[in-house]
């Protein structure tokens, strides 16, 4: 429910920004246990409260009923004063703290609407609160402090309060009870004035001036009793009291001054006590131009420390996602360091060792290259086609080394990748939060497949490249006669027989495997194109190699999406910079609107016409 007379125009482009600041904090991660994390949560999280419980709500209708939250620390007397300023006993005082536990809401019977609903402080219940028939004593006054109602508030119509106005008595700001502190900053967060008592004992507290001087950060308006002050005290405390508020830069706050004086039977101050307080407090309710510039600078104040908190809490992301960056470019350089090996192993004639080479020589007869190429290639095409028709080669054993060096390489390289990431993921306290998982440490245990899987697919690869690439009758009909599975191998031992690894004796045999090799495809498809052939058939190896590793890495990369995912700190700071910018238009022309309407409007008469 909007009121009457409401100026409304001028908030729905800072209540648009206020969703998008209050949905950006909500999706917002910082799961990294970094030093400032813990912190910008609590930060985060008394945000989004105060969004809800305030900010938004406020934004809505200016002109809304204000609440004003009675705080202060343990034993200053607030409910009493509550009691007073109704002239009756409503919330229950004594020397047992806490004794409020439950917040009560005081109200006008007019308001209930707006304080009924769950529009402000929608975290807690509502229980409509009856006020008790008979004189009771303010030390029996209200329900039995229940700890189970923390999260409730009791609403309370009385006649007493002003339109316009709710009072609303709060816990102890110090008190014994965690939760009972917890919701005493809640409620304080949550109102568009405070009323601020104290002693003359404690008025200098740090943690009610905690509290305080975040009231001067944002700017809320603030009266502050000074309570049960020994008359001849007065003129000692008072001064001082007010020296420290203007330090603060609360110099305007207004000071009551509750002089020691015994209570009535009923727990009551004397009639009169407590008169200014509530003249200073209906006039800020009677009047709208006054209520709305409580209600403008109060929310105003609010969002210039949501926007700030945003930063804060921009910065800890920021921080969270440069580890995390750290932490990626550590363990992403052991997996590209080990993938640069398998590479250098396809490149330097590793593969083509032992086993390899001497499969191999059987297939060609290495030692008799050179004396007589053509004879060779005779007995190579007599060799392959023995093969295609079933005759027992040495081709398929040549075949199956190359797989087994190739599966072997790429797997002890991911598991030598696998345990220097870990190594390296460990190194710092964010790292080892994310290490739980020691199977990290190690290569997956579906890579054997994997690989032996992305090997054959290469072969297969090889046999579409080489039927692809055999055009013309020729080149058909040598490869008929050589065999698709011969020259295959063939292909992948060019591919494999660079000398750069190999020493003695294995490097004379794996060059002339490889010109025996290259001069046998040459007869299939020209010299050019073996070169072409060979450099895909490289390339295609490498991006399956690359796969591989890039899918071990991912279980890496995988614990960094959790830090990646969500808003990043420049949405944060934009939408906090919009909202600034959005709230320059709120409630500014509210006093002028306000003055129009208390003036009767003019009315000019149609002059007479002349003749």
Known sequence: MRHAGTVTDTTPGAEARLAELRDALEQLRLPLELAEADAARRVRDASIRQIDDYVAPRLVDLDAPLLAVVGGSTGAGKSTLVNSLVGHPVTRTGAIRPTTRQPILLHAPTDREWFASTRILPG??????????????????????????????????????????????????????????????????????WLFVTTANRYADAVPWALLEDAAERDITLGVVLDRVPVEAVPEVEPDLRALLASKGLGAAPVFVIPETPLDELGMLPAGAVDPVRAWLESLSADRVAREEVSRRTVAGAV???????????????????????????????????????????????????????????????????????SWFGRARDRATAFVRGHPQPIREVEVEIEHGLHAVVVDQAGRAAADAYARLRQSPAGRQLAADTTLGRESADLDARTSTAIRAWQAALVDLI????????????????????????????????????????????????????????????????????????????????????????????????VDEGPGPDDLETAAAALERAMRSVGRDTAADALVEQVDPVVLEKPEETA
């Open 467 to 562: 039927q692809e690439r055999a055009a013309g009758k020729r080149g058909r009909a040598r490869l008929m006669s050589l065999g698709l599975n011969a020259v295959t191998v063939t292909l992948m031992v060019v591919v494999f027989a660079s000398t750069g690894g190999l020493t003695g004796g294995e490097i004379a045999i794996a060059g002339g495997s490889a010109v025996v090799g290259q001069k046998l495809l040459e007869t299939v498809f020209g010299e050019d194109a073996v070169r072409r052939l060979a450099a895909e058939a490289r390339d295609d190896l490498e991006r399956r190699v690359a796969a591989l590793f890039e899918t071990e890495y991912e279980r890496y990369d995988l614990l960094l999406r959790l």
């Open 304 to 374: 210039r420390r949501l926007a700030a908190n945003a930063r804060v809490v921009a910065a800890a992301r920021s921080a969270q996602l440069a580890v995390a960056e750290g932490v990626r470019e550590r363990t992403r350089d052991a997996y590209a360091i080990a993938q640069e090996r398998v590479i250098d192993a396809t490149r330097d004639g590793t593969l083509l060792r032992s086993e390899v080479l001497s499969r191999w020589q059987d297939v060609v007869g290495t030692s008799d290259v050179f004396r007589s190429l053509e």
């Open 124 to 193: 807690l219940a509502r229980i409509t609160g009856v006020r008790r028939d008979g004189h009771l004593p303010a030390s029996r006054a209200g329900d039995d402090p229940d700890a189970t109602l923390i999260s409730s508030v009791v609403l309370l119509a009385d006649e007493r309060i002003p339109e316009r106005l709710a009072i609303l008595d709060a816990p102890d700001v110090d008190s014994i009870a965690d939760e009972n502190r917890a919701l005493a900053k809640q409620l304080l967060a949550a109102a568009d004035l």
